[in-house]
């Protein structure tokens, strides 16, 4: 299966405003990327390194005025769906890897002191492993009402508990802060989604967003907002919270002035056109 | 100069408990240490690690029953007090290091979203550098009433700047979430005060808390709480805030039963009793 | 496609042992295991962890007498040979990421001191881009003649281009010098070939091993050894040679008793059988 | 105590070249800067961040022709000499964190696969501990004469042992061959040594080494070249040896036209002067 993702992201700055980018495919899938092009203004310098988790990241200095970013790839991808670990343990706290260790504490949107009696009166009686987070899943897939005119940046994991509408991000929040409670590492991911010709929830700053859960000494994927296996899932940068994952930040004012994304599957012959139109 | 510092902590534990310490001295100290020992219950095992921060773990399952954890150490010190570089300059956000980018994010208790349109209006037109972390501090210092009875492990500093009054980690965050707001780096900084017979603040399972803001290219130690020059701070572990550093996580039940810290000056004669008495 | 990949390994050791593990499929296809067992000796306690290099390390103290490792595990793959990206560029030095600069020095195996000449003389008029790492790896193929007899643990590229003889370490090593020595960073790998029913060059202790050149701002497979796109590598580790990713390091005396690997596709129906008889 | 370090390097360059310096104060001292300031070409733009080992490291391309780097630093130190802890134990290899295995493992200049046997004939049947590490300074001292004229930069500690000549460097690097051999995690250190007023071993391009073994969960400072307890070193980078902390790695052809190393005890008074006369 090959999968063609992209954006074109418009920006205005009234000012020189240095830009912190977590746009790029995730280190752990650029062996699949078969063709990719950037289409920056050509002036731009920018500096590559990576972030604490291991996400790519480009910074720059965006003069004043305009800025158009763009990009393209087609990435291959299995095909199949998310898995369905049935069996999977939860790993004992004890034998946990530091780095997974990371992912038990409170962050910026998951406030694992205010949720944890809240977390194990609804999940504590529940058989430790793949069923309890899928139980997790459950309970907030049915908790939180999606509304997308409700987004705000600001609202947290116990706010979403507590207000029960939300967004994408709301939905992983509210399961990668209970999973914590209940001592399951947890992570936050953003990125593509292909099996769709356009993302499900089209919102400006706002790729789809999901979570990865430590069971069975693995990082499994779990997706409480839509709460059904799906299919391509290109994962651009992993953190706590979205906080740690912002695909833009500017240090600095600026307008949004266009924002695209690209993320659909295209059969071989087509790849092969967007390869050969690029080169 | 030499400082005696350590603890001697009583848990007690319904079941076996795993446990995630960080308790020992940071690695920049380590150094500096002329002679340390602990005191644990013989038959522990005890895993070491370091923590996504670079931090020193300790990891252990504590058995049903009740736990006691000593330490001591002697710890060289230049014995000068906190520096006060005024013609320290803030270093503009392009030319951050990417780990000191890390330090400019949203954090448990430090929320830079709700936070940034009031730091902007207190300190957006005072000069850059030195100078604006200090007019932080002082802000701070005198925003904050200290009230050691009204301790809360949720109070974040969004919450301590509305509602006035904190213990030396309120004071911490509230600086260090500002001096972001700002784009200024800044890291929450726990551990032990040698410059007095027992911490000021002596708070069970609180170690004091200062942060250090980066600027002119160096972590410059600030202390909202104290906010005067102090000396001997034997640094133990640094992080985005209190939730990264917690002294003692435990994944279960627990009581304290006694929680003791030591950090003296001691004269050199006394450091050589402490060391012989030990061999 | 699907892949089969295993080992059993058999050791003995005179007296207790402490092993450092490298086995563990490397993190970045975990995602892509859809089942897997262990069949250690249940007694035996492990410490999971990263090393330096994000590889997944295992640790345990073998008791004196036989110990016996076995795993097993079924793996997606694309089923696409190793790409050819003939239009890829070499990056400018100055614009490469720091993680990517480790890359660029001499390791125990890869003196680009001493080989920085000869590389500059033999490639150095050849177009920088993927066409150089190419020729790097056309060159080596031909100059050294594969001989497992000859595999001698402290060969390095060095001696290993003066010797003329090898196994496929020393093919990696060689190719991955001479990339350094151009500053086109380079690093080793090691893992399963999954497009064959047992490894090509079944050698105990000794992993199949390739390389990945860092051009067009990614990590790109080569395989001087083999000097073909080959399908179905399953990446165990990553280092700087060969010395960073053994797959067991003993701190102490040990004999290998047994050692088999598994690495063959495998049919939907069998993987299904594989599943269900693990179950 | 206080400490005035810096150099003076003058380079030159047929064409624009890319640097890497490693020529920073270690991250772990940086507190102890009570001044500092660098001298060079104000249009130069130089990119900081950190190597895989957390040293600080500096990045710019230097215009074709003349290069200068001025660097000067006040610096607090204990002034106490190296510590001599009779008493260290080693740590049992179960028991080292992840981390310190990093530096138990073959490198660039310290073949641990050649002098394993060696090591073990000179040093097994010593009492593991301080003790031990020591005996190897003490013969790595004895056996290596000092010849700065016989200094090269492909020597290994193989080499040196075989050759029985060689700089600070080749002091270093056998002995932390040999720790390592013992299973005693060793790294390689270099800096400055602030207890004289010029180096003892005034190399253009070469900073004094010494190296730190990691026993009693630390690490201890060991100096094999001069053998005695020195004082002052301040830190500049740590690494597995001399491949990974080059002062100047240059990825291009320069000429080295002055080399000026400052490292000499300071009295306050002449602190204060150096510090106004920078102001």
Not at 52 to 73: D, E, F, I, M, Q
Not at 144 to 168: H, L, P
Not at 220 to 244: M, Y
């Amino acid at each position: 299966m090959l999968i063609h993702v992209g954006y074109d992201i418009g920006l205005e700055f009234p000012s020189a405003t240095p830009l912190m980018l977590l746009l790029d495919l995730h280190a752990g899938r650029r062996r699949d990327v078969i063709f990719e092009d950037e289409f920056n203004a050509p002036d731009i310098s920018i500096e590559r390194g990576l972030d604490l988790y291991g996400n790519r990241t480009k910074r720059l200095v965006a003069p004043a005025g305009a800025l158009k970013l763009s990009y393209r790839a087609v990435v291959r991808d299995s095909g199949l769906p998310d898995e369905v670990p049935v069996n999977a343990r939860e790993v004992p706290v004890a034998d946990l890897p530091n780095y997974a260790m990371h992912f038990l504490g409170g962050s910026r949107y998951c406030e694992t002191d205010e949720l944890t009696p809240i977390a194990w009166q609804l999940f504590g009686h529940i058989k430790p492993g793949y069923g309890r987070v899928k139980a997790i899943c459950d309970f907030v897939h049915n908790h939180i009402r999606f509304d997308y005119q409700a987004a705000r940046s600001t609202r947290t994991a116990f706010a979403a508990y507590n207000e029960r509408t939300g967004v994408c991000r709301d939905f992983a929040h509210l399961a990668i802060a209970f999973c914590r409670c209940l001592n399951i590492p947890a992570c936050y991911v953003n990125g593509y989604l292909g099996d769709i010709g356009v993302l499900a929830d089209p919102a400006p700053m706002d790729f789809s967003a999901w979570f990865e859960a430590y069971i069975d000494h693995r990082w499994v994927t779990f997706d409480a907002r839509h709460n059904v296996a799906r299919t391509g899932r290109i994962v651009v940068a992993r953190g706590r919270d979205a906080a740690d994952v912002a695909m833009i930040t500017s240090f600095g004012q600026h307008q949004l002035k266009e924002f695209n994304i690209v993320a659909e599957e295209v059969a071989p012959k087509r790849a092969e056109e967007l390869v050969s139109r690029a080169a």
